[in-house]
């Protein structure tokens, strides 16, 4: 969430003004990134489906081809070019979810920590409002306004996660193993 809310200030720090415009592209990957948090490929070889992984991405690829060549022809902008690759990119994800539920016999939504997922957008969502309300009157260049935010919103997100009674340090610790 803080990524697709302060993307052009990043741009910007990154990139300079000229390339402001890259923040819209920016966002879309990063909405592609919540569908992408989970590494498929060790787990598709584990159960002896590397094969069947890599088909479903040649699929995926030769789709993103063809329906962004279609989306030129009818769309003829650079946007719908970016929201076609991400729908398929999340089309991809869902598919090989569902191809891991059946393969260990249980349904996709199990695949899914529900709860703990809405808890958590709903908290990095209020944390973000909050964030972007406080800094609306302050006109920061954008270091220290991407700095400023950052911290701010480590401290929002930790008291959010508190009050919800959200352990986040226990779903950090193994990946520090």
Do not use: W
Request: with cysteine; proline share 3%.
């Amino acid at each position: 969430m803080f990524l697709i809310c302060f993307s052009d200030q990043l741009i910007i720090i990154l990139y300079g003004m000229r390339y402001t415009d890259s923040a819209y592209y920016f966002k879309l990957r990063t909405i592609v990134c919540f569908f992408q948090l989970i590494a498929f490929f060790p787990l598709m070889l584990a159960i002896d489906a590397a094969k069947k992984y890599a088909k479903m991405h040649l699929f995926a690829a030769i789709s993103i081809v063809s329906f962004e060549y279609l989306g030129v022809l009818i769309f003829n902008t650079p946007q719908a070019i970016a929201i076609i690759s991400i729908i398929i990119r999340i089309i991809l994800v869902i598919c090989i979810m569902k191809y891991i539920a059946k393969i260990f016999g249980i349904k996709l939504i199990k695949l899914f920590p529900i709860r703990l997922q809405l808890v958590l957008i709903f908290a990095c969502v209020n944390g973000v409002l909050l964030l972007k309300f406080i800094l609306a009157e302050f006109h920061f260049n954008p270091i220290v306004e991407i700095l400023t935010a950052g911290c701010l919103y480590l401290f929002i997100i930790l008291g959010i996660f508190k009050i919800l009674k959200v352990d986040i340090i226990s779903y950090i610790r193994p990946l520090k193993k």
